[in-house]
C-alpha cells in the first residue's frame, strides 16, 4: 500500500503540472509570457555555468559595432555585450523576486492579522503603513547608499521588499476583511483554532490566487525599483548586469556612438522582455486561477 501511495506521488504530481500547462495554453498571451519569463529565467541560471565572463578590458576593441567575433558589439572596455547580457539578468532576477517574496510575506502577515484581530492592533499596522508610505523611497536609499555598502544582492533585496510592502497589505487586508465574515471561519472560531490557525491556515489559502498575482506584480516592481537604483548610482557599481550596464552607457556618453547602441539598446530590451513576460504570464494566472473568468 505504501509502495503504490509513493508511485501515485509523482504520477499525480505530473498530472497537476499537465493540467496547469492545459490552462495556461487557453491564453496565448498568457502562455506566450509564461515561455518568455522561462526561457529569460532558465538563461540567466545556466549561462553561467558554460560562459566564462570577460575580466580583462580589451583597449584594442573599443566600442566596437556588430561583427562575427562580437554580435552585440563591445562596451567601453572592449568586452563583449552579447556576454554581458546573457551573464547579466543573474542578480537583477534574484533581487526582484526575494525583494518581492519579502514584500508579499510582510503584507500577508500583517495584512491577515489587522483584519483578523482589528482594534488598536490593526489601528497601529495602518498607522505604520501610512509612515512607510510617506516616506521618499529615493531620498532614503540614497542616504542608505551614502553610510552603508550595499554590495549584496541580498542587502538589496531585503531594502527593497522593505520598503514596498504597504500597499500590498492595504489590498490584503481588505480581502481578509471580507473573508473573516465566512462561514468557515466562525466554524474555525467555534471550534477555537487559535488566531494563527485560523488565519494562516483558513483565510490565507483562501487568498492564494490573488497573493500568487501580486507576487509577480511586486517582481516587476522590484526590478524596476533596483534598476533605478543602478541608473542613479545609488547601488554598487561592482560586476555586470543589466542595470549596471545602462549605467555605464551613460556615464560613458555611449548614446553618442552609433557602434554602441547595440550597448544601450540591448539590456533595455532585456528589462522590457521580462516585464512584458510577467505581465502577460499574470493575466493568464489571474484566467486560471479566477473561476469566473474562466468558465468563460
Not at 538563461?43 to 561583427?67: H, R
Not at 501610512?130 to 551614502?146: C, E, F, H, N, S
Not at 488565519?199 to 490573488?210: D, Q, R
Request: hydrophobic share 55%; aromatic share 8%.
Amino acid at each position: 500500500m505504501a509502495q503504490a501511495t509513493i508511485a501515485a506521488t509523482p504520477a499525480g504530481a505530473q498530472g497537476a503540472f499537465r493540467g496547469f500547462l492545459r490552462e495556461l495554453t487557453r491564453s496565448k498571451a498568457g502562455f506566450a509570457g509564461f515561455v518568455i519569463v522561462f526561457l529569460i529565467v532558465g538563461m540567466s541560471i545556466v549561462a553561467p555555468l558554460f560562459i566564462e565572463a570577460d575580466t580583462k578590458a580589451n583597449t584594442d576593441q573599443i566600442w566596437q559595432g556588430p561583427s562575427g567575433a562580437h554580435w552585440l558589439g563591445t562596451d567601453g572596455s572592449g568586452k563583449d555585450t552579447l556576454k554581458q547580457i546573457v551573464l547579466g539578468g543573474q542578480t537583477v532576477i534574484f533581487v526582484g523576486f526575494l525583494a518581492a517574496a519579502i514584500t508579499t510575506v510582510i503584507a500577508v502577515a500583517i495584512g491577515s492579522l489587522s483584519a483578523y484581530i482589528r482594534g488598536r492592533f490593526d489601528a497601529i499596522m495602518l498607522q505604520l503603513t501610512d509612515i512607510v508610505m510617506t516616506i521618499p523611497q529615493i531620498v532614503l536609499l540614497a542616504v542608505l547608499g551614502a553610510f552603508f555598502s550595499l554590495n549584496s544582492p541580498l542587502y538589496l533585496a531585503l531594502i527593497i521588499g522593505g520598503l514596498t510592502w504597504p500597499v500590498l497589505m492595504r489590498s490584503i487586508r481588505a480581502q481578509a476583511l471580507s473573508l473573516k465574515e465566512r462561514e468557515f471561519v466562525e466554524a474555525a472560531k467555534l471550534l477555537d483554532m487559535g488566531t494563527g490557525r485560523i488565519v494562516f491556515g483558513e483565510i490565507v489559502p483562501n487568498m492564494a490566487s490573488y497573493i500568487l498575482i501580486n507576487f509577480i506584480i511586486a517582481v516587476t516592481n522590484a526590478i524596476y525599483a533596483l534598476v533605478g537604483l543602478y541608473v542613479l548610482g545609488l547601488a554598487p557599481l561592482a560586476g555586470a548586469n543589466w542595470g549596471i550596464m545602462i549605467n555605464n552607457a551613460w556615464i560613458g556618453g555611449a548614446m553618442f556612438l552609433p557602434k554602441a547602441m547595440p550597448y544601450i539598446l540591448a539590456p533595455i530590451a532585456m528589462i522590457a522582455l521580462l516585464q512584458l513576460g510577467l505581465i502577460m504570464l499574470t493575466r493568464s494566472l489571474e484566467e486560471i486561477l479566477n473561476p469566473r473568468l474562466r468558465d468563460k
